[in-house]
């Protein structure tokens, strides 16, 4: 019998086809890069020994995990099978969600915030309940409390928050995690060395509680794609079924204890950074521009109707930020990330020539 069906492209499930396309802008940033939070210098020269040494052979075996996951769990007072690696915090996101949502399921999440929560959500059956900041973009802690409902499955939290910069402090997370007993309550730690407050020893006494860190931001991997996920013991033991065994490549397993040794180096870091930060608000201040307090590597500024053109121009001047408009409650705003004090005179410097600029083609805001 002859086959008359003609085959045609595969429809994804539902909830994917709903997906927002999230496309960060990352192609051509031969600039002054302030658009990613990255760390704007580089790793500790410690890492750059480390890469420098690895082997063909150390490339032609499969990773393996878990001698640095008892060094990491043990460098963050952690039992080993209380942590586990991750390809980025994305990932520890992604294989959270995947684990824990089904079908009628929430996820709350105030924003704004982080965009991959809702895209990871999105490909789950859950249904993602957002609780918007107010004007002062503050942790909307009382709304999210009265948001919580049986539904309520789990509660992702960045802290600081990208890109407001706020924070939740701890007595608001134990809140949280005692009013959503059935919920994961997923605490995202990526800028942690910015603020330098943490809920990470509370992993294991707080029964829902899970934190996520990266080496990404302070500590200048964000192309080796590490970071890490503890949670209690049990709850790992999901994780860990659910996560691919390999997805935390030789390299970065190799690089991790070396970052991690040289504390000095991050700490260096993060000191330049806030130095830069409070000169760069000045400058802020100075301009006229409206900013939000931040306990991270960036700030979130108002620039108003000419956000793009904003950011367009001072691309041209050698510097990115990143335009952050549409997210809910941030019309018209651009995140800028903090690096040094001298390269943070030169940002000030192409903003003060961008804002000119803006002011004598037309009205700013
Ligand atoms: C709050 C937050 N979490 C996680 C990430 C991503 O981290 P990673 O590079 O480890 O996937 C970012 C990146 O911007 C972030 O802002």
Redesign the pocket.
């Known amino acids: 019998m002859a086959e008359s069906t003609v085959a045609v492209p595969p429809t994804p499930r539902a909830r994917v086809l709903a997906v927002g396309e999230y496309h960060p802008p990352l192609g051509n940033r031969d600039a002054l890069r302030l658009d990613?939070?990255e760390n704007t210098i580089g790793c500790s020269p410690k890492v750059c020994e480390v890469l420098r040494r690895i082997s063909a052979s150390a490339l032609s075996g499969y990773p393996e995990r878990e001698s640095v996951e008892a060094f990491v769990a043990s460098h963050l007072q952690l039992r080993p099978h209380q942590l586990v690696l991750t390809n980025?915090?994305?990932e520890a996101i992604h294989v959270l969600f995947e684990t824990f949502l089904g079908a009628g399921d929430e996820l709350l999440l105030p924003v704004p915030t982080?965009a991959m929560y809702a895209v990871y959500a999105s490909a789950t059956d859950a249904h993602v309940v957002t609780v918007q900041a107010a004007d002062d973009l503050q942790f909307p802690f009382e709304n999210l409390i009265a948001a919580i409902t049986p539904r309520t499955k789990a509660i992702a939290i960045?802290n600081p928050n990208?890109p407001s910069g706020s924070i939740a402090t701890r007595s608001q997370i134990v809140e949280i995690a005692r009013r959503a007993p059935r919920a994961v309550i997923f605490v995202?730690e990526?800028y942690y060395h910015f603020h330098g407050e943490t809920v990470i020893d509370l992993v294991g006494k707080i029964p829902n509680l899970f934190v996520a860190r990266?080496f990404?931001k302070a500590y200048g991997l964000?192309g080796l794609r590490i970071?890490l996920m503890a949670g209690p013991m049990e709850s790992m033991g999901w994780i860990r079924r659910v996560i691919s065994p390999y997805s935390v490549n030789s390299v970065a397993l190799a690089c991790l204890p070396a970052a991690l040794q040289d504390a000095a180096y991050v700490d260096w870091y993060v000191g330049e950074v806030l130095a830069a930060r409070a000169e760069f608000e000045s400058a802020l201040d100075a301009a006229m521009i409206r900013r939000w307090p931040s306990r991270a590597n960036f700030v979130l500024v108002e620039i108003g109707r000419r956000h793009a053109q904003f950011v367009e121009s001072m691309r041209a001047a050698g510097v990115l930020v990143r335009d952050r408009s549409s997210d809910p409650g941030c019309d018209g705003c651009v995140r800028i990330t903090i690096g040094t004090r001298e390269q943070m005179r030169q940002a000030a410097s192409a903003l003060r020539e961008t804002m000119a600029e803006l002011r004598r083609s037309g009205e700013s805001r």
């Open positions: 990613f939070n980025g915090v994305d982080y960045a990208s995202d990526a990266t990404s964000a970071g």
